[in-house]
């Protein structure tokens, strides 16, 4: 799956991507260690937050264009 840094993705889009299970993925957004937003009782995550995530260096990438 491509992450695209302006797609939005659910929690279970990206507990999938990273192969991690629903409580670790409630721990990264309790601790901030990804930022989403919460539209109703679901998050929603940018494409450029998994990325971060996964790969520092990229968001330098990201950020200058």
């Known amino acids: 799956m491509e992450i695209k840094e302006n797609e939005v993705f659910t929690?279970?889009?990206?507990?999938?991507?990273?192969?991690?299970?629903?409580s670790t993925m409630m721990r990264l957004l309790k601790n901030d260690q990804i930022h989403a937003v919460k539209v109703g009782k679901q998050y929603r995550i940018m494409g450029k937050e998994i990325l971060r995530l996964v790969s520092p260096q990229?968001?330098?990438?990201?950020?200058?264009r």
Request: charged share 35%; hydrophobic share 30%.
């Open 58 to 64: 990229q968001e330098e990438t990201i950020e200058s």
């Open 11 to 22: 929690t279970a889009d990206v507990e999938k991507i990273l192969k991690i299970s629903h």
